[in-house]
C-alpha cells in the first residue's frame, strides 16, 4: 500500500488560511467517506483533529474544516496562530481493510 | 478519560525480536480495536495492524512481510506487539492507538525501539 501524497510543506501568516492536500486512489480516499487527519508536534503523539471527511471531535478549534472530491482530501486551517505550526498527516480505510497515511506535510507559520 | 500508556525504550541488535505493549485505560478493553503506528526518525507515520481486542482477530500491513504479530491478554487488559528479525531500518517510535470508527482517537504515548549493532 503505497502512502498517500501530501506537499512536504506549506505555509503561511498569522490569520491567514493555508490548505493542505491528501491524494490517493479509489481503493481509499475515494472509495470511502473515512479519511482523518492528524496533528503531531515535535516530539509528541498525534492527535485527531478530523475524521469521516468533515467531522471534528470534540474539543477541536473549528478554524480547522475539511472535505474531499474524488481521490484527494484537503484540510484548511483559517486564522493560522503560531500554536498550529507542526506536521499533519491525512489518513484513510482501504478496501483491503487496512488503514494508509500520507506523507505528512509540514506547516510553517511565518 | 481514555489514556493508553506504553512500555519503555528498547535497544536491541540487529536480528533480534522486540515486544512492545500497550495498556489502554478509561474503556472497556475489549470493545475497542487497537493499532500499532510507527514512525521512523523524520518520517511520516507507517500503519502496522490492528487488533479486535474483543476476540483476538488481526490484520497487518503487508510491508511487514510476516515479521509482526499482535496479540492481547484480556485478562491484563493489554496488547502486544512483536517485531522479528529487525534490522537498522526498524528504529522508530511504536505507537498504540484506539481506533474508532475509523479513527485513531487516542494515542500511546509511543516507545522509542533502536536497533543498533
Known amino acids: 500500500q503505497s502512502a498517500l501524497t501530501q506537499p512536504a510543506s506549506v505555509s503561511g501568516s498569522p490569520g491567514q488560511s493555508i490548505t493542505i492536500s491528501c491524494t490517493g486512489t479509489y481503493s481509499d480516499v475515494g472509495g470511502y467517506n473515512y479519511v482523518s487527519w492528524y496533528q503531531q508536534h515535535p516530539g509528541k503523539a498525534p492527535k485527531l483533529m478530523i475524521y469521516d471527511v468533515n467531522k471534528r471531535p470534540s474539543g477541536v478549534s473549528n478554524r480547522f474544516s475539511a472535505s474531499k472530491s474524488g481521490n484527494t482530501a484537503s484540510l484548511t486551517i483559517s486564522g493560522l496562530q503560531a500554536a498550529d505550526e507542526a506536521d499533519y498527516y491525512c489518513s484513510s480505510y482501504t478496501s483491503s481493510s487496512t488503514w494508509v497515511f500520507g506523507g505528512g506535510t509540514r506547516l510553517t507559520v511565518l | 478519560q481514555v489514556h493508553l500508556v506504553q512500555s519503555g525504550a528498547e535497544v536491541k541488535k540487529p536480528g533480534a525480536s522486540v515486544r512492545v505493549s500497550c495498556k489502554p485505560s478509561?474503556?472497556?478493553?475489549?470493545?475497542?480495536?487497537l493499532h500499532w503506528v510507527r514512525q521512523a526518525p523524520g518520517q511520516r507515520l507507517e500503519w502496522m495492524g490492528w487488533?479486535?481486542?474483543?476476540?483476538?482477530?488481526?490484520k497487518y500491513s503487508h510491508n511487514f512481510r510476516g515479521r509482526v504479530t499482535i496479540t492481547r491478554d484480556t485478562s491484563a487488559s493489554t496488547a502486544y506487539m512483536e517485531l522479528r528479525s529487525l534490522t537498522s531500518e526498524d528504529t522508530a517510535v511504536y505507537y498504540c492507538?484506539?481506533?474508532?470508527?475509523?479513527?485513531?482517537?487516542?494515542w500511546g504515548q509511543g516507545t522509542l525501539v533502536t536497533v543498533s549493532s
Open positions: 492507538a484506539r481506533l474508532s470508527g475509523y479513527s485513531h482517537d487516542f
Open positions: 487488533l479486535n481486542a474483543g476476540n483476538g482477530d488481526t
Open positions: 478509561g474503556y472497556t478493553f475489549i470493545n475497542r480495536h
